[in-house]
């Protein structure tokens, strides 16, 4: 059984930045492709970036293009979300979610995940 610790969070000021990690145990997270999620109060769920089992399929959120950064390292069992320029809108919990897929599938739908952490917690504010 696959689970997922998320760390890295915390309060920033705007402009900051935080590096996210998930680190995976129980199972190889090469199997798995990852996606980053987030969710404000009174707000849905978001897809903030995804990553194949591979690393060549990527998906950036339209609203963190440019700013945040997806990568894995499957040696450390670990995927990261390197997060630069925070904005307050950036507020919010962040999970980290994987599931069981080819080498070069991966979605921005929660629907696509089985597996997911707890979240930690990101706020940027002055």
């Known amino acids: 059984q696959l689970r997922l610790v998320e760390s890295g969070g915390g309060l920033v000021q705007p402009g900051g930045s935080l590096r996210l990690s998930c680190a995976a145990s129980g199972s190889n997270l090469v199997d798995y492709a990852v996606g980053w999620f987030r969710q404000a109060p009174g707000k849905e769920r978001e897809g903030v970036s995804c990553i194949s089992r591979n690393g060549y399929i990527i998906y950036v959120a339209e609203s963190v293009k440019g700013r945040f950064t997806i990568s894995r390292d499957d040696a450390k069992n670990t995927v990261y979300l390197q997060m630069n320029s925070l904005k307050p809108e950036d507020t919010a919990l962040y999970y980290c979610?994987?599931?069981?897929?080819?080498?070069?599938?991966?979605?921005?739908?929660?629907?696509?995940?089985?597996?997911w952490g707890q979240g930690t917690q990101v706020t940027a504010s002055s």
């Open positions: 979610a994987a599931a069981r897929s080819g080498p070069y599938s991966t979605s921005a739908s929660a629907r696509f995940y089985d597996y």
